[in-house]
């Protein structure tokens, strides 16, 4: 199983709601992603979990808030978002945790969620 | 600056023709991966190039890493339109996978 599932597929959201975005992976991975990502642009790195421990964060705004429940989950928590903030919302995972152990290894993506803030 | 450039950006070929997508750095990188997305879905992996000068194939598709392991190279031998979409080359940097700028290719029947 090299699946990576998220959940909604597809979200609208106002800007004064909130909503969460979640991601499961079963594949043992120690380390998990979430990423964003405009129109024919390439994925921008958002955070980065490791044993399910925040290692980076990309100077994301406050109002995107990462957890990690546990080694298969990851969610984003969303509140009082932008209308620039509509984009696919991409969750990954690699195997390893620590920063040599990454180096040479694979991540794999889910379908993404697609987000619209009106 | 970007860490990984991609070239072309844009491609738009007839079924049939060959193409190459260049992926270029002034760094080395251990590996480097290739990606194809296709719109409203996640990057699928395709292949990881790890040695200097490595030649990997699937299928009609040739994957080379560069001697210096600073650069990449995709080519596409008889293009169909089922290879439309967004192919991104991505390596690792202090943890973080990052990406070039990608190229979007689009097949004509």
């Known amino acids: 199983d090299t699946e990576v599932t998220q959940t909604p597929k597809h979200l609208v959201m106002g800007m004064t709601n909130k909503k969460s975005l979640k991601c499961e992976q079963h594949m043992g991975h120690r380390a998990m992603y979430w990423y964003k990502q405009k129109a024919k642009k390439p994925p921008e790195l958002m955070f980065v979990y490791s044993y399910e421990k925040l290692s980076i964060n990309e100077s994301v705004p406050s109002r995107f808030s990462p957890e990690c429940p546990n080694s298969s989950l990851l969610n984003l928590h969303l509140h009082a978002l932008q209308p620039e903030d509509s984009a696919l919302y991409l969750c990954?995972?690699?195997?390893?945790?620590?920063?040599?152990?990454?180096?040479?290894?694979?991540?794999?993506f889910g379908q993404g969620t697609r987000l619209t803030v009106v | 600056t970007q860490l990984l450039e991609q070239s072309p950006q844009f491609l738009s070929i007839q079924e049939g023709e060959n193409l190459t997508v260049y992926c270029n750095s002034s760094?080395?990188?251990?590996?480097l991966q290739w990606y194809r997305q296709e719109p409203g879905e996640g990057p699928v992996l395709l292949v990881t190039v790890v040695t200097g000068g490595e030649v990997k194939k699937l299928k009609r598709l040739t994957f080379q890493f560069g001697d210096a392991r600073k650069d990449s190279s995709l080519h596409i031998t008889a293009a169909q339109p089922g290879d439309t979409g967004l192919y991104l080359c991505?390596?690792?940097?202090?943890?973080?996978?990052?990406f070039g700028q990608g190229t979007t290719l689009q097949v004509k029947p």
């Open positions: 990954a995972s690699s195997q390893g945790g620590g920063r040599e152990r990454l180096m040479n290894t694979e991540a794999f």
């Open positions: 760094s080395v990188f251990s590996s």
């Open positions: 991505a390596g690792r940097r202090t943890g973080k996978l990052i």
